[in-house]
Protein backbone atom coordinates (compact mmCIF):
# COMPACT_ATOMS: atom_id res chain seq x y z
CA UNK A 1 0.00 0.00 0.00
CA UNK A 2 3.01 2.68 0.93
CA UNK A 3 4.40 1.55 -2.10
CA UNK A 4 1.41 2.71 -4.39
CA UNK A 5 1.36 6.06 -2.26
CA UNK A 6 5.12 6.39 -2.95
CA UNK A 7 4.88 5.81 -6.68
CA UNK A 8 2.09 8.45 -6.62
CA UNK A 9 3.87 10.64 -4.60
CA UNK A 10 6.48 10.70 -7.87
CA UNK A 11 4.10 11.24 -10.01
CA UNK A 12 4.59 15.47 -11.78
CA UNK A 13 1.88 17.21 -9.85
CA UNK A 14 2.77 15.23 -6.64
CA UNK A 15 6.38 16.13 -6.72
CA UNK A 16 5.49 20.24 -7.84
CA UNK A 17 2.94 19.84 -4.85
CA UNK A 18 5.65 18.33 -2.29
CA UNK A 19 8.25 20.86 -3.61
CA UNK A 20 6.20 23.83 -3.01
CA UNK A 21 5.37 22.48 1.05
CA UNK A 22 9.08 21.65 1.24
CA UNK A 23 9.80 25.02 0.43
CA UNK A 24 7.52 26.48 2.57
CA UNK A 25 8.22 24.53 5.85
CA UNK A 26 12.14 25.94 6.30
CA UNK A 27 12.13 27.18 9.09
CA UNK A 28 9.33 25.38 10.58
CA UNK A 29 9.65 24.45 14.15
CA UNK A 30 12.57 26.97 14.58
CA UNK A 31 11.79 28.60 18.16
CA UNK A 32 8.96 26.59 18.34
CA UNK A 33 7.39 26.09 21.64
CA UNK A 34 4.08 23.72 22.85
CA UNK A 35 1.29 25.18 22.78
CA UNK A 36 -1.94 25.20 24.91
CA UNK A 37 -4.59 22.70 24.02
CA UNK A 38 -7.57 24.68 25.31
CA UNK A 39 -7.57 27.01 21.95
CA UNK A 40 -8.03 25.90 18.10
CA UNK A 41 -4.50 27.63 17.42
CA UNK A 42 -2.52 25.14 15.80
CA UNK A 43 0.39 27.10 15.41
CA UNK A 44 1.36 31.00 15.53
CA UNK A 45 4.00 33.18 13.39
CA UNK A 46 4.54 36.53 15.22
CA UNK A 47 0.90 37.65 15.66
CA UNK A 48 -0.54 35.43 13.04
CA UNK A 49 -2.62 32.55 13.99
CA UNK A 50 -2.84 28.94 12.45
CA UNK A 51 -5.95 27.49 13.06
CA UNK A 52 -6.88 23.96 13.80
CA UNK A 53 -9.90 24.50 10.66
CA UNK A 54 -7.29 25.80 8.35
CA UNK A 55 -4.97 22.77 8.76
CA UNK A 56 -8.03 20.49 8.61
CA UNK A 57 -8.94 21.59 5.49
CA UNK A 58 -5.73 21.79 3.81
CA UNK A 59 -4.84 18.74 5.37
CA UNK A 60 -8.00 17.37 3.71
CA UNK A 61 -8.03 18.99 0.25
CA UNK A 62 -4.34 17.57 -0.03
CA UNK A 63 -5.09 14.07 0.79
CA UNK A 64 -7.91 14.07 -1.87
CA UNK A 65 -5.31 15.16 -4.36
CA UNK A 66 -3.41 12.42 -3.78
CA UNK A 67 -5.25 9.73 -3.33
CA UNK A 68 -6.53 10.29 -6.97
CA UNK A 69 -3.00 10.23 -8.14
CA UNK A 70 -1.99 6.73 -6.49
CA UNK A 71 -5.72 5.41 -6.86
CA UNK A 72 -6.79 4.67 -3.44
CA UNK A 73 -7.59 6.34 0.10
CA UNK A 74 -4.81 8.18 1.58
CA UNK A 75 -5.08 6.41 5.24
CA UNK A 76 -3.65 8.44 7.91
CA UNK A 77 -0.42 5.90 8.28
CA UNK A 78 0.43 7.10 4.63
CA UNK A 79 0.31 10.71 5.00
CA UNK A 80 2.81 10.38 8.45
CA UNK A 81 5.03 8.05 6.12
CA UNK A 82 5.66 10.64 3.83
CA UNK A 83 5.47 13.42 6.30
CA UNK A 84 1.95 15.14 4.80
CA UNK A 85 1.19 16.60 8.19
CA UNK A 86 3.74 18.80 8.64
CA UNK A 87 4.29 19.92 5.19
CA UNK A 88 1.14 20.98 5.27
CA UNK A 89 1.39 22.59 8.49
CA UNK A 90 4.58 24.20 7.14
CA UNK A 91 2.77 25.58 4.35
CA UNK A 92 0.00 27.63 6.53
CA UNK A 93 2.97 28.27 8.74
CA UNK A 94 4.92 30.31 5.46
CA UNK A 95 1.71 31.73 4.79
CA UNK A 96 1.59 33.39 8.33
CA UNK A 97 5.10 34.23 7.52
CA UNK A 98 3.60 36.48 4.71
CA UNK A 99 1.10 38.05 6.39
CA UNK A 100 2.68 39.20 9.75
CA UNK A 101 5.43 40.58 7.32
CA UNK A 102 3.12 42.15 5.20
CA UNK A 103 1.20 43.77 7.93
CA UNK A 104 4.99 45.10 8.99
CA UNK A 105 5.62 46.31 5.50
CA UNK A 106 2.55 47.57 4.78
CA UNK A 107 1.85 45.31 1.83
CA UNK A 108 -1.76 44.96 0.65
CA UNK A 109 -4.27 44.58 -1.81
CA UNK A 110 -7.25 46.23 -2.22
CA UNK A 111 -11.03 44.42 -2.26
CA UNK A 112 -11.11 45.80 -6.19
CA UNK A 113 -7.82 44.33 -7.19
CA UNK A 114 -8.90 41.65 -5.30
CA UNK A 115 -11.71 40.61 -7.72
CA UNK A 116 -10.57 42.11 -10.74
CA UNK A 117 -7.91 39.37 -10.62
CA UNK A 118 -10.53 37.09 -9.87
CA UNK A 119 -12.45 38.02 -12.75
CA UNK A 120 -9.74 38.08 -14.95
CA UNK A 121 -8.58 34.29 -13.94
CA UNK A 122 -9.04 32.20 -17.40
CA UNK A 123 -9.06 29.24 -14.78
CA UNK A 124 -12.41 30.62 -13.25
CA UNK A 125 -14.24 30.53 -16.38
CA UNK A 126 -16.00 27.91 -18.30
CA UNK A 127 -13.84 26.67 -20.67
CA UNK A 128 -14.26 28.72 -24.03
CA UNK A 129 -16.02 31.57 -21.76
CA UNK A 130 -14.98 35.40 -22.86
CA UNK A 131 -15.87 36.28 -19.09
CA UNK A 132 -16.25 35.74 -15.68
CA UNK A 133 -19.56 33.53 -14.94
CA UNK A 134 -20.80 33.62 -10.85
CA UNK A 135 -22.65 30.44 -11.29
CA UNK A 136 -19.60 28.63 -12.56
CA UNK A 137 -17.30 30.19 -9.79
CA UNK A 138 -19.66 29.10 -7.01
CA UNK A 139 -19.74 25.02 -8.55
CA UNK A 140 -16.03 25.67 -9.01
CA UNK A 141 -15.59 26.43 -5.03
CA UNK A 142 -18.18 23.65 -3.84
CA UNK A 143 -16.75 20.93 -5.99
CA UNK A 144 -13.45 22.44 -4.06
CA UNK A 145 -14.97 22.59 -0.91
CA UNK A 146 -14.45 26.19 -0.67
CA UNK A 147 -16.27 28.82 0.88
CA UNK A 148 -16.20 32.02 -0.78
CA UNK A 149 -14.63 33.51 1.53
CA UNK A 150 -12.17 31.14 2.18
CA UNK A 151 -11.23 31.31 -1.48
CA UNK A 152 -11.01 34.71 -1.40
CA UNK A 153 -8.46 34.98 1.99
CA UNK A 154 -6.57 31.93 0.46
CA UNK A 155 -6.14 34.72 -3.40
CA UNK A 156 -5.36 37.34 -0.92
CA UNK A 157 -2.57 35.09 0.84
CA UNK A 158 -1.17 34.57 -2.93
CA UNK A 159 -1.02 37.87 -3.82
CA UNK A 160 0.71 39.00 -1.32
CA UNK A 161 3.03 35.89 -1.57
CA UNK A 162 3.43 37.15 -4.81
CA UNK A 163 4.05 40.63 -3.95
CA UNK A 164 6.95 40.08 -0.88
CA UNK A 165 8.80 37.49 -3.36
CA UNK A 166 8.58 39.71 -6.54
CA UNK A 167 10.36 42.40 -4.49
CA UNK A 168 12.52 40.12 -2.67
CA UNK A 169 13.69 38.02 -5.53
CA UNK A 170 12.01 39.10 -8.65
CA UNK A 171 13.76 39.86 -11.82
CA UNK A 172 16.63 37.29 -10.79
CA UNK A 173 19.36 36.75 -12.89
CA UNK A 174 22.41 34.63 -12.61
CA UNK A 175 26.17 34.85 -13.95
CA UNK A 176 26.44 34.35 -17.31
CA UNK A 177 29.65 32.31 -16.37
CA UNK A 178 27.36 29.95 -14.13
CA UNK A 179 24.86 29.37 -17.35
CA UNK A 180 27.91 28.83 -19.84
CA UNK A 181 28.94 25.78 -17.26
CA UNK A 182 25.47 24.64 -16.82
CA UNK A 183 25.12 24.47 -20.75
CA UNK A 184 28.59 22.54 -20.90
CA UNK A 185 27.38 19.95 -18.24
CA UNK A 186 24.41 19.09 -19.80
CA UNK A 187 25.45 18.98 -23.88
CA UNK A 188 28.96 17.88 -23.25
CA UNK A 189 29.47 15.08 -25.76
CA UNK A 190 32.09 11.96 -25.73
CA UNK A 191 32.54 9.59 -28.47
CA UNK A 192 33.15 6.07 -26.17
CA UNK A 193 35.15 2.96 -27.46
CA UNK A 194 34.25 0.01 -25.44
CA UNK A 195 33.71 -3.71 -24.84
CA UNK A 196 31.41 -6.00 -23.18
CA UNK A 197 32.58 -9.31 -21.92
CA UNK A 198 30.15 -12.03 -21.88
CA UNK A 199 30.65 -15.15 -19.11
CA UNK A 200 31.57 -17.08 -21.97
CA UNK A 201 35.32 -15.10 -21.63
CA UNK A 202 35.72 -17.32 -18.17
CA UNK A 203 33.84 -20.68 -18.70
CA UNK A 204 34.41 -22.87 -18.77
CA UNK A 205 33.70 -23.20 -14.78
CA UNK A 206 34.68 -26.28 -12.83
CA UNK A 207 32.90 -27.48 -9.94
CA UNK A 208 33.30 -26.09 -6.69
CA UNK A 209 35.19 -28.38 -4.33
CA UNK A 210 33.18 -29.46 -1.27
CA UNK A 211 34.94 -28.04 1.42
CA UNK A 212 34.82 -24.61 -1.10
CA UNK A 213 30.66 -24.87 -1.90
CA UNK A 214 30.20 -25.45 2.11
CA UNK A 215 31.84 -22.02 3.09
CA UNK A 216 30.35 -20.15 0.51
CA UNK A 217 26.70 -21.86 1.01
CA UNK A 218 27.45 -21.01 4.78
CA UNK A 219 28.06 -17.20 4.25
CA UNK A 220 24.67 -17.34 1.45
CA UNK A 221 22.24 -20.16 3.47
CA UNK A 222 19.80 -17.10 3.89
CA UNK A 223 18.90 -17.03 0.58
CA UNK A 224 17.56 -20.73 -0.08
CA UNK A 225 15.97 -21.06 3.33
CA UNK A 226 12.69 -22.70 3.39
CA UNK A 227 9.65 -20.50 3.99
CA UNK A 228 7.07 -20.83 6.50
CA UNK A 229 4.38 -23.41 5.18
CA UNK A 230 1.03 -23.30 6.29
CA UNK A 231 -1.95 -25.60 5.92
CA UNK A 232 -5.32 -23.79 5.02
CA UNK A 233 -8.54 -24.68 4.93
CA UNK A 234 -10.88 -22.57 2.83
CA UNK A 235 -15.02 -22.26 2.37
CA UNK A 236 -16.36 -19.83 -0.31
CA UNK A 237 -19.44 -18.68 -0.38
CA UNK A 238 -20.17 -16.35 -3.64
CA UNK A 239 -22.58 -16.18 -6.08
CA UNK A 240 -20.53 -18.20 -8.65
CA UNK A 241 -19.27 -20.88 -5.49
CA UNK A 242 -23.38 -21.18 -4.90
CA UNK A 243 -24.69 -20.57 -8.68
CA UNK A 244 -26.65 -23.40 -10.15
CA UNK A 245 -27.34 -22.63 -14.18
CA UNK A 246 -29.00 -25.93 -13.94
CA UNK A 247 -31.99 -23.86 -12.52
CA UNK A 248 -31.98 -21.32 -14.53
CA UNK A 249 -35.24 -22.28 -17.18
CA UNK A 250 -34.99 -22.01 -21.25
CA UNK A 251 -37.90 -19.38 -20.78
CA UNK A 252 -35.66 -17.15 -18.02
CA UNK A 253 -32.87 -17.02 -21.09
CA UNK A 254 -34.96 -16.38 -23.78
CA UNK A 255 -36.48 -13.31 -21.78
CA UNK A 256 -33.10 -12.35 -20.95
CA UNK A 257 -31.56 -12.48 -24.75
CA UNK A 258 -34.34 -10.60 -26.06
CA UNK A 259 -33.87 -8.00 -23.39
CA UNK A 260 -30.24 -7.43 -23.75
CA UNK A 261 -29.92 -8.72 -27.51
CA UNK A 262 -28.08 -5.62 -28.81
CA UNK A 263 -24.66 -6.46 -26.89
CA UNK A 264 -24.85 -9.31 -28.66
CA UNK A 265 -24.52 -7.60 -32.17
CA UNK A 266 -21.87 -6.34 -33.94
CA UNK A 267 -22.22 -3.16 -37.07
CA UNK A 268 -21.43 -3.35 -40.41
CA UNK A 269 -18.04 -3.19 -41.13
CA UNK A 270 -16.43 -2.28 -44.52
CA UNK A 271 -12.79 -2.39 -46.09
CA UNK A 272 -12.51 1.02 -47.26
CA UNK A 273 -9.01 2.20 -49.30
CA UNK A 274 -8.58 5.38 -49.29
CA UNK A 275 -6.25 7.64 -52.41
CA UNK A 276 -5.67 11.07 -51.34
CA UNK A 277 -4.88 13.59 -53.72
CA UNK A 278 -3.08 16.95 -52.99
CA UNK A 279 -5.60 19.34 -54.87
CA UNK A 280 -8.74 19.16 -55.85
CA UNK A 281 -8.09 18.68 -59.72
CA UNK A 282 -5.83 16.05 -59.27
CA UNK A 283 -8.59 13.68 -58.00
CA UNK A 284 -10.51 15.24 -60.81
CA UNK A 285 -8.24 14.00 -63.43
CA UNK A 286 -7.85 10.70 -61.58
CA UNK A 287 -11.35 9.90 -61.90
CA UNK A 288 -11.54 10.98 -65.06
CA UNK A 289 -9.08 8.04 -65.63
CA UNK A 290 -11.68 5.93 -64.03
CA UNK A 291 -14.40 6.83 -66.19
CA UNK A 292 -12.54 6.48 -69.19
CA UNK A 293 -11.27 2.57 -67.99
CA UNK A 294 -8.30 3.01 -65.91
CA UNK A 295 -8.89 0.58 -62.66
CA UNK A 296 -8.55 1.49 -58.93
CA UNK A 297 -5.85 -0.46 -58.90
CA UNK A 298 -3.95 1.30 -61.54
CA UNK A 299 -4.19 4.37 -59.50
CA UNK A 300 -2.70 2.95 -56.56
CA UNK A 301 0.03 1.94 -58.42
CA UNK A 302 0.33 5.64 -60.31
CA UNK A 303 0.65 7.09 -56.74
CA UNK A 304 3.53 5.04 -55.82
CA UNK A 305 1.66 3.26 -53.40
CA UNK A 306 0.76 -0.73 -52.77
CA UNK A 307 -2.85 -1.75 -52.15
CA UNK A 308 -1.87 -2.14 -48.06
CA UNK A 309 -0.58 1.42 -48.34
CA UNK A 310 -4.45 3.08 -48.92
CA UNK A 311 -5.54 0.35 -46.61
CA UNK A 312 -8.05 1.80 -43.76
CA UNK A 313 -8.79 -1.86 -42.18
CA UNK A 314 -11.95 -3.17 -41.95
CA UNK A 315 -14.14 -0.32 -39.78
CA UNK A 316 -17.55 0.24 -38.82
CA UNK A 317 -18.87 3.69 -39.76
CA UNK A 318 -18.13 4.90 -36.09
CA UNK A 319 -14.53 4.15 -36.17
CA UNK A 320 -14.33 6.30 -39.65
CA UNK A 321 -12.81 9.32 -38.00
CA UNK A 322 -13.33 11.13 -40.91
CA UNK A 323 -17.50 11.85 -41.20
CA UNK A 324 -17.34 12.88 -45.01
CA UNK A 325 -15.22 9.58 -45.85
CA UNK A 326 -17.28 7.19 -43.83
CA UNK A 327 -20.65 8.51 -45.12
CA UNK A 328 -19.37 8.14 -48.89
CA UNK A 329 -17.71 4.87 -47.86
CA UNK A 330 -20.78 3.35 -46.56
CA UNK A 331 -22.84 4.60 -49.34
CA UNK A 332 -20.53 2.79 -52.07
CA UNK A 333 -21.93 -0.67 -53.60
CA UNK A 334 -18.65 -3.16 -53.32
CA UNK A 335 -15.58 -2.85 -55.42
CA UNK A 336 -17.35 0.40 -57.50
CA UNK A 337 -14.69 3.71 -56.69
CA UNK A 338 -16.35 6.81 -55.77
CA UNK A 339 -16.29 10.48 -56.83
CA UNK A 340 -13.62 12.47 -55.36
CA UNK A 341 -14.69 13.68 -51.93
CA UNK A 342 -13.53 16.66 -49.78
CA UNK A 343 -12.28 15.35 -46.65
CA UNK A 344 -10.85 16.95 -43.51
CA UNK A 345 -7.64 16.54 -44.93
CA UNK A 346 -8.44 17.22 -48.94
CA UNK A 347 -9.61 15.54 -51.50
CA UNK A 348 -9.43 11.75 -51.95
CA UNK A 349 -11.00 8.79 -53.86
CA UNK A 350 -12.44 5.80 -52.12
CA UNK A 351 -13.15 2.16 -52.91
CA UNK A 352 -14.93 -0.34 -50.76
CA UNK A 353 -13.15 -4.07 -51.19
CA UNK A 354 -14.70 -6.10 -48.02
CA UNK A 355 -18.01 -5.41 -47.01
CA UNK A 356 -19.20 -7.37 -43.15
CA UNK A 357 -22.73 -7.20 -43.12
CA UNK A 358 -24.42 -6.20 -39.46
CA UNK A 359 -25.33 -9.35 -37.71
CA UNK A 360 -26.30 -10.50 -33.99
CA UNK A 361 -25.04 -13.76 -32.32
CA UNK A 362 -28.31 -16.43 -32.33
CA UNK A 363 -29.71 -17.17 -28.83
CA UNK A 364 -27.63 -20.73 -29.05
CA UNK A 365 -24.75 -18.98 -28.94
CA UNK A 366 -24.90 -16.99 -26.15
CA UNK A 367 -27.23 -19.30 -23.94
CA UNK A 368 -25.06 -20.74 -21.85
CA UNK A 369 -23.14 -17.27 -21.08
CA UNK A 370 -26.61 -15.97 -20.20
CA UNK A 371 -27.68 -19.29 -18.34
CA UNK A 372 -24.52 -18.83 -16.33
CA UNK A 373 -25.22 -14.82 -15.53
CA UNK A 374 -28.66 -15.28 -14.55
CA UNK A 375 -27.37 -17.95 -12.01
CA UNK A 376 -24.93 -16.07 -10.21
CA UNK A 377 -27.31 -12.90 -10.30
CA UNK A 378 -30.14 -15.15 -8.63
CA UNK A 379 -27.35 -16.38 -5.74
CA UNK A 380 -26.53 -13.14 -4.78
CA UNK A 381 -29.48 -12.63 -2.93
CA UNK A 382 -28.99 -16.26 -1.21
CA UNK A 383 -25.17 -15.21 -0.10
CA UNK A 384 -26.23 -13.03 2.85
CA UNK A 385 -28.93 -15.46 4.30
CA UNK A 386 -26.41 -18.47 3.99
CA UNK A 387 -23.57 -16.29 6.07
CA UNK A 388 -25.80 -15.94 8.96
CA UNK A 389 -26.69 -20.03 8.65
CA UNK A 390 -23.10 -20.74 8.27
CA UNK A 391 -21.98 -18.25 11.18
CA UNK A 392 -24.30 -20.20 13.45
CA UNK A 393 -23.21 -23.49 12.31
CA UNK A 394 -19.78 -23.13 13.29
CA UNK A 395 -20.79 -21.24 16.24
CA UNK A 396 -22.90 -24.43 17.42
CA UNK A 397 -19.31 -26.31 16.82
CA UNK A 398 -19.49 -27.72 13.27
CA UNK A 399 -16.35 -27.89 11.36
CA UNK A 400 -15.81 -26.14 7.82
CA UNK A 401 -16.33 -29.50 5.98
CA UNK A 402 -19.71 -30.28 7.33
CA UNK A 403 -20.56 -26.87 7.10
CA UNK A 404 -19.71 -27.47 3.21
CA UNK A 405 -21.49 -30.79 3.13
CA UNK A 406 -24.54 -29.32 4.68
CA UNK A 407 -24.91 -26.93 1.76
CA UNK A 408 -22.99 -28.98 -0.89
CA UNK A 409 -20.04 -26.71 -1.20
CA UNK A 410 -16.32 -27.53 -1.78
CA UNK A 411 -13.46 -27.12 1.08
CA UNK A 412 -10.45 -26.20 -0.54
CA UNK A 413 -7.16 -27.06 1.12
CA UNK A 414 -3.78 -26.30 0.76
CA UNK A 415 0.09 -25.88 1.97
CA UNK A 416 1.43 -22.57 0.93
CA UNK A 417 4.01 -20.47 1.65
CA UNK A 418 3.56 -16.45 2.10
CA UNK A 419 3.68 -15.31 -1.48
CA UNK A 420 1.37 -18.55 -2.70
CA UNK A 421 3.90 -20.93 -3.49
CA UNK A 422 3.49 -24.95 -2.42
CA UNK A 423 5.86 -27.10 -1.50
CA UNK A 424 7.27 -27.45 -4.95
CA UNK A 425 7.61 -23.59 -5.09
CA UNK A 426 5.28 -23.36 -7.60
CA UNK A 427 2.14 -21.50 -7.53
CA UNK A 428 -1.02 -23.12 -5.85
CA UNK A 429 -4.01 -22.72 -7.53
CA UNK A 430 -7.49 -22.69 -6.45
CA UNK A 431 -7.89 -20.32 -3.67
CA UNK A 432 -10.06 -17.43 -3.05
CA UNK A 433 -9.31 -14.08 -3.08
CA UNK A 434 -5.65 -15.30 -2.79
CA UNK A 435 -3.58 -11.90 -1.98
CA UNK A 436 -6.24 -10.72 1.05
CA UNK A 437 -6.43 -14.83 2.51
CA UNK A 438 -2.69 -15.30 2.45
CA UNK A 439 -1.91 -11.86 4.34
CA UNK A 440 -5.05 -12.80 6.79
CA UNK A 441 -4.15 -16.61 7.37
CA UNK A 442 -0.57 -15.80 8.04
CA UNK A 443 -1.56 -12.96 10.75
CA UNK A 444 -3.99 -15.77 12.05
CA UNK A 445 -2.57 -18.11 15.00
CA UNK A 446 -2.91 -22.04 14.26
CA UNK A 447 -6.01 -23.12 15.21
CA UNK A 448 -7.69 -19.90 16.11
CA UNK A 449 -10.97 -18.90 15.14
CA UNK A 450 -11.04 -16.59 12.65
CA UNK A 451 -13.82 -14.00 11.38
CA UNK A 452 -14.83 -14.66 7.32
CA UNK A 453 -13.42 -12.48 4.82
CA UNK A 454 -15.59 -10.01 2.84
CA UNK A 455 -15.09 -10.53 -1.03
CA UNK A 456 -16.31 -9.18 -3.87
CA UNK A 457 -20.22 -10.37 -3.36
CA UNK A 458 -19.48 -12.99 -0.83
CA UNK A 459 -17.42 -14.39 1.79
CA UNK A 460 -14.62 -16.61 2.99
CA UNK A 461 -14.21 -18.66 5.79
CA UNK A 462 -10.98 -20.15 6.98
CA UNK A 463 -8.84 -22.18 9.56
CA UNK A 464 -5.00 -22.45 9.92
CA UNK A 465 -4.51 -25.84 10.06
CA UNK A 466 -0.72 -26.57 11.12
CA UNK A 467 2.07 -24.42 10.81
CA UNK A 468 5.43 -25.16 9.28
CA UNK A 469 8.02 -22.57 10.43
CA UNK A 470 10.69 -21.58 8.20
CA UNK A 471 14.16 -22.81 8.74
CA UNK A 472 17.54 -23.11 7.39
CA UNK A 473 18.12 -26.12 4.88
CA UNK A 474 20.85 -28.50 5.49
CA UNK A 475 22.87 -27.85 2.10
CA UNK A 476 22.36 -31.37 1.33
CA UNK A 477 18.81 -31.06 0.35
CA UNK A 478 19.43 -27.92 -2.00
CA UNK A 479 23.08 -28.89 -3.26
CA UNK A 480 22.70 -28.89 -7.14
CA UNK A 481 20.68 -25.37 -6.60
CA UNK A 482 23.65 -24.08 -4.44
CA UNK A 483 26.14 -25.36 -7.24
CA UNK A 484 24.40 -23.44 -9.44
CA UNK A 485 23.89 -20.37 -7.74
CA UNK A 486 27.96 -20.65 -6.76
CA UNK A 487 29.08 -21.05 -10.29
CA UNK A 488 27.43 -17.61 -11.36
CA UNK A 489 28.58 -15.60 -8.46
CA UNK A 490 32.09 -17.20 -9.35
CA UNK A 491 31.39 -16.49 -12.93
CA UNK A 492 30.90 -12.58 -12.16
CA UNK A 493 34.08 -13.21 -9.37
CA UNK A 494 36.27 -14.10 -12.79
CA UNK A 495 34.71 -11.25 -15.14
CA UNK A 496 35.31 -8.39 -13.07
CA UNK A 497 38.81 -9.68 -12.30
CA UNK A 498 39.35 -9.54 -16.16
CA UNK A 499 37.51 -6.53 -17.01
CA UNK A 500 39.83 -4.67 -13.84
CA UNK A 501 42.88 -6.37 -15.81
CA UNK A 502 41.96 -5.11 -18.94
CA UNK A 503 41.26 -1.79 -17.81
CA UNK A 504 44.66 -1.58 -15.76
CA UNK A 505 46.52 -2.81 -19.63
CA UNK A 506 44.52 0.22 -20.81
CA UNK A 507 45.80 2.80 -18.39
CA UNK A 508 49.24 1.17 -19.41
CA UNK A 509 49.10 2.04 -22.52
CA UNK A 510 48.18 -1.19 -24.01
CA UNK A 511 45.35 0.31 -27.22
CA UNK A 512 41.53 -1.01 -26.59
CA UNK A 513 41.71 -3.02 -30.24
CA UNK A 514 44.70 -5.07 -28.86
CA UNK A 515 42.87 -5.90 -25.72
CA UNK A 516 39.56 -7.06 -27.78
CA UNK A 517 41.78 -9.31 -30.46
CA UNK A 518 43.08 -11.13 -27.20
CA UNK A 519 39.39 -11.94 -26.07
CA UNK A 520 38.37 -12.20 -29.39
CA UNK A 521 35.83 -9.22 -28.75
CA UNK A 522 34.85 -6.22 -30.73
CA UNK A 523 35.04 -2.82 -30.14
CA UNK A 524 32.08 -0.93 -30.20
CA UNK A 525 31.57 3.04 -30.52
CA UNK A 526 29.02 4.81 -28.94
CA UNK A 527 29.05 8.29 -30.52
CA UNK A 528 28.46 12.09 -29.24
CA UNK A 529 26.86 10.73 -25.90
CA UNK A 530 25.62 13.15 -23.67
CA UNK A 531 24.61 13.01 -19.74
CA UNK A 532 20.81 13.15 -20.60
CA UNK A 533 20.79 11.32 -24.21
CA UNK A 534 22.53 8.87 -22.96
CA UNK A 535 23.37 5.24 -24.92
CA UNK A 536 21.23 1.69 -25.04
CA UNK A 537 24.82 -0.05 -25.11
CA UNK A 538 26.15 1.54 -21.72
CA UNK A 539 23.43 1.76 -19.87
CA UNK A 540 23.03 4.54 -17.58
CA UNK A 541 25.72 3.16 -14.95
CA UNK A 542 28.26 3.48 -18.26
CA UNK A 543 27.17 6.70 -19.05
CA UNK A 544 27.77 7.61 -15.62
CA UNK A 545 31.26 5.98 -15.61
CA UNK A 546 32.03 8.03 -18.90
CA UNK A 547 31.45 11.20 -17.46
CA UNK A 548 33.80 11.04 -14.78
CA UNK A 549 36.91 11.84 -16.03
CA UNK A 550 38.29 13.74 -18.69
CA UNK A 551 39.77 12.00 -22.11
CA UNK A 552 40.98 9.23 -22.12
CA UNK A 553 39.45 8.38 -19.27
CA UNK A 554 38.91 4.75 -18.25
CA UNK A 555 36.41 2.45 -16.36
CA UNK A 556 35.46 -1.05 -16.15
CA UNK A 557 31.85 -1.40 -15.01
CA UNK A 558 28.91 -3.93 -14.69
CA UNK A 559 27.00 -4.69 -17.93
CA UNK A 560 23.43 -5.76 -18.73
CA UNK A 561 22.61 -9.44 -18.12
CA UNK A 562 25.81 -9.91 -16.06
CA UNK A 563 28.42 -8.91 -18.69
CA UNK A 564 30.94 -6.32 -18.01
CA UNK A 565 32.31 -3.38 -19.80
CA UNK A 566 35.73 -2.21 -20.42
CA UNK A 567 35.73 1.50 -21.36
CA UNK A 568 37.85 4.69 -22.62
CA UNK A 569 36.77 8.45 -23.81
CA UNK A 570 37.84 8.70 -27.02
CA UNK A 571 36.65 12.07 -27.63
CA UNK A 572 35.16 15.07 -25.60
CA UNK A 573 33.18 17.50 -27.65
CA UNK A 574 32.06 21.20 -25.66
CA UNK A 575 29.99 22.79 -27.90
CA UNK A 576 29.37 26.42 -27.89
CA UNK A 577 26.74 27.93 -26.08
CA UNK A 578 24.36 30.27 -28.05
CA UNK A 579 24.25 33.09 -27.11
CA UNK A 580 20.32 34.47 -25.74
CA UNK A 581 18.84 31.19 -27.99
CA UNK A 582 17.83 28.06 -27.39
CA UNK A 583 19.20 25.78 -24.20
CA UNK A 584 20.85 28.58 -22.77
CA UNK A 585 17.84 30.49 -22.26
CA UNK A 586 16.00 27.57 -20.92
CA UNK A 587 19.03 26.95 -18.22
CA UNK A 588 19.23 30.89 -17.30
CA UNK A 589 15.27 30.62 -16.55
CA UNK A 590 15.53 27.83 -14.81
CA UNK A 591 18.99 28.40 -12.59
CA UNK A 592 17.71 31.60 -11.90
CA UNK A 593 14.13 30.87 -10.89
CA UNK A 594 16.36 27.80 -8.55
CA UNK A 595 18.41 30.37 -6.90
CA UNK A 596 15.31 32.84 -6.25
CA UNK A 597 13.34 30.03 -4.73
CA UNK A 598 16.02 29.39 -2.19
CA UNK A 599 16.64 33.10 -1.22
CA UNK A 600 13.15 33.40 -0.64
CA UNK A 601 12.94 30.26 1.07
CA UNK A 602 16.21 31.58 3.57
CA UNK A 603 13.93 34.43 3.97
CA UNK A 604 11.32 32.92 5.06
CA UNK A 605 12.78 30.93 7.59
CA UNK A 606 15.03 33.83 9.51
CA UNK A 607 11.61 35.79 9.10
CA UNK A 608 9.61 32.72 11.40
CA UNK A 609 13.08 32.90 13.92
CA UNK A 610 12.58 36.57 14.07
CA UNK A 611 9.00 37.01 14.64
CA UNK A 612 8.76 33.64 16.72
CA UNK A 613 6.41 30.55 16.45
CA UNK A 614 4.86 28.01 18.09
CA UNK A 615 3.31 24.75 17.60
CA UNK A 616 0.52 23.58 19.62
CA UNK A 617 2.37 20.04 19.46
CA UNK A 618 -0.75 18.02 21.50
CA UNK A 619 -3.13 19.50 19.62
CA UNK A 620 -1.57 18.15 16.17
CA UNK A 621 -0.99 14.78 17.47
CA UNK A 622 -4.39 14.57 18.35
CA UNK A 623 -5.64 15.67 14.70
CA UNK A 624 -3.03 13.57 12.70
CA UNK A 625 -3.57 10.43 15.08
CA UNK A 626 0.46 9.77 16.68
CA UNK A 627 2.14 10.73 20.21
CA UNK A 628 4.72 12.02 18.18
CA UNK A 629 4.23 13.91 14.93
CA UNK A 630 7.42 14.43 14.07
Not at 55 to 83: E, H, K, N, V, W
Not at 205 to 220: F, G, H, R, S, T
Not at 489 to 500: F, S, W
Amino acid sequence: MLDSMRRGANTLPAKIFLGLLTLSFIGWGVGSRLGASHTDTLATVGDTKVTLGEFQLAYQRQSQTLARQIGQAMTPDMARAIGLPQKILGSLMADAAVADVAATTHLGVSDERLAQGIADDPQLRPPGAPSFNRAYFTELLNQSGFSESMFIAQRRTGELRWQLSSGLVGGMTVPKTLVSALYRYQNEARDIRYLTLARAQVEPIEKPADDVLAKWYEENKAKFRAPEFRTIETLAVTPDAIADPSAVTDESVAREYERTKDQYGAPEQRRIQQLFYATPEEAAAANEKLKGGASFDQLIADAGSKPEDVDLGLLSRDKVLDPAVAEAAFGLSLNVPSEPIKSSFGTVLLRVTEIEPAHTKALAEVAPDIRKALAAKAAERSVLEMHDEIEDALAGGATLQEVANRFKLKVVTAEVDPEGNGTDSQPVAGLPDQADLLKAAFAADEGSENDPLSVSHGFVWYNVVKVVPGRDRALDEVKDLAVVAWTDDEAQIRLTAKADEMAKALKAGTSIDDLAKSAMVEVETASGVTRKAGDAGLGQEGVIAAFAGPKGHVAAIPGLDGTRIVLTVANVVNPPMPEGAGDSVVIADQAASEVANDLYAQYLGAAQEELGTTVNQSLLNAVIGTSNAN
